[in-house]
């Protein structure tokens, strides 16, 4: 079955420290990938997304993430978090063969000041 | 400010009686959906439109049901059917279809049913 996993459930972390949050999805062919975040309080939204091109992309608030297609990942990565990036993240894949959006079950972040 | 309003955020039933959730976007999107969100399972469709007077089902709809009369108007209700209705509904629109344009978010709505 197709799926998208996060296997880091809770990640805590220290102001400062480098952070990498893991995505991985199991389908084949053609994929666009998201990563969207729900911060405290707040609404889900857009992170960064990739469809094509440059497979290094950059969202908003410093947050990158590479697109490495023959492991099937989408990691998510910020050289230095902040305490204002604790928040929930999900990643989520569209396969082009079944045009199916699957979300994974979200990493919770804590960052500590 | 262009956006999706859900209403209520919390919403209370008791079991056996149906409920309806309140989706309404005027960023003049085609596609609208309703997802579940529930502790360590991420988000899963119920139900997608990509066009009014149309809609499909997504990975669980069953006991809910979808109408899509107005393009600004995706309500859910949820029946007396679903055998685990207490959880957190987020409705999203998205100017293409799903996964072709990113979606934007509601603020959701925590139906508790006792």
């Given at each position: ?87 929930e ?14 979300f994974?079950t979200g ?7 | ?34 997802y579940r969100q529930d502790p360590g399972q991420g988000l899963r469709l119920i ?12 990975d669980i ?21 679903q055998k685990n209705p207490t959880a957190f509904y987020l ?17 959701g709505?925590r139906l508790?049913?006792?």
């Amino acid at each position: 079955a197709q799926s998208v996993s996060q296997h880091n459930h809770h990640v805590i972390l220290s102001e400062a420290a480098s952070l990498e949050l893991g995505c991985n999805y199991s389908y084949g062919g053609t994929v666009n990938l998201f990563w969207y975040v729900q911060y405290p309080g707040q609404h889900l939204q857009l992170l960064l997304k990739y469809f094509s091109g440059d497979p290094l992309v950059k969202g908003i608030k410093g947050f990158e993430a590479e697109f490495i297609k023959s492991k099937f990942s989408f990691n998510l990565r910020k050289p230095s978090v902040q305490w204002s990036d604790t928040a929930e993240y999900f990643c989520a894949a569209l396969s082009y063969n079944t045009d199916k959006l699957i979300f994974g079950t979200g990493t919770r972040l804590q960052v500590f000041p | 400010d262009g956006g999706i309003t859900q209403s209520p955020k919390y919403l209370f039933r008791k079991e056996g009686q149906n409920v309806t959730l309140s989706c309404e976007q005027n960023l003049n999107h085609d596609a609208m959906y309703w997802y579940r969100q529930d502790p360590g399972q991420g988000l899963r469709l119920i139900y997608y439109s990509q066009i009014v007077n149309d809609f499909q089902k997504g990975d669980i709809a069953e006991g809910y049901s979808v109408s899509r009369e107005k393009k600004e108007s995706f309500p859910l209700t949820v029946t007396s059917a679903q055998k685990n209705p207490t959880a957190f509904y987020l409705c999203a629109s998205s100017r293409e279809g799903q996964g072709n344009s990113p979606l934007h978010f509601g603020n959701g709505t925590r139906l508790t049913v006792t």
